[in-house]
């Protein structure tokens, strides 16, 4: 058998079917195959509640389900809320159910009865689609070198992020973050050098926020925040204090040590605007400005240029 197959064999499997004996024949033949069964859920409402607890790497459910929540309605909200592959299980079906279920995107179908080898080929199949789409969204989202969420996922939040503070009239911050000197680094130690200092960057930059803010890479030695329902404009202020902190410590870039700062542009919702582009723009006006005085500062920024912050 090969390592690839031994591998999908120790995936966990939920299996949400009704019929009592129909989920122990079920069950016996995942076992049988080498999965790991979390359990066996007779409804919709159990499904949830349990993969709210055990996190399987699949769902296998009957699309007839009873009760108030039918397979393809369960099926709905996981596709809503978690990221778990489900794989329909029917014995039949007439076109209005599969044409419901095809506004889910399930992972396939398996028909009733089946044998195992084709239960087991289903299964297969869901979890390398399932991994490849995984892949692809990392690829489309998140910074090949630094890990760190791309330009395309930042503007994706950030358009979240600022419909929620105007509903919740939170305070949110934008961050403009520039790293000093970057080129010299590049210049003096090599383009292999300056990538690995980006990513210990991006690193103390991720350890500044908290896990429901974001760091993002824009591009070069730009990076860029989003700190989300600030209580008052001083928790901004303890952010950027923190990076310019951080950055005091040298890098240690392949055995040599490193040194470079950042200048922080901040801006801030509602005072300085209420669109994407007007506090991007801002908290980047105040970045360049914290760079004409000095580098290796934040400046919040300000009608009247920006405000003198600490250093």
Known sequence: ??????????????????????????????????????????SGHDALNSLAQTRPELVLMDIMLKGSLDGIETADIIKQEFDIPVLYLTAYADEEMLNRAKI???????????QERELMAAIEMALYKHGMENKLKQLAHYDCLTALPNRTLFFDRFAQSLKAAKRSNHTMAVLVIDLDDFKSVND?????????????????LSECVRESDTVARLGGDEFAMLLTNLSTDEDTDVVAAKIILSFERPFIINRRQCKTGASIGISLF????????????????AMYIAKENGKNQYRFFSENRCTTTIE
């Open 270 to 285: 509602p005072a300085d605007g209420d669109t994407e582009e007007k506090l991007l723009k801002k908290a980047d006006i």
């Open 1 to 42: 058998m090969s390592t690839d197959i031994k591998i999908l064999q120790r995936k966990k499997i939920l299996v949400v079917e009704d019929v009592a004996i129909v989920a122990m024949d079920i069950r016996n033949s995942l076992e049988s195959l080498g999965y790991h069964v979390t359990g066996t859920v007779p």
């Open 104 to 114: 889910t995107e399930p992972f396939g179908y398996i028909l009733k009865p089946f």
């Open 188 to 204: 003096t130690m090599g383009h292999d050098s300056g990538d690995r200092l980006l990513q210990e960057a991006a690193k103390r």
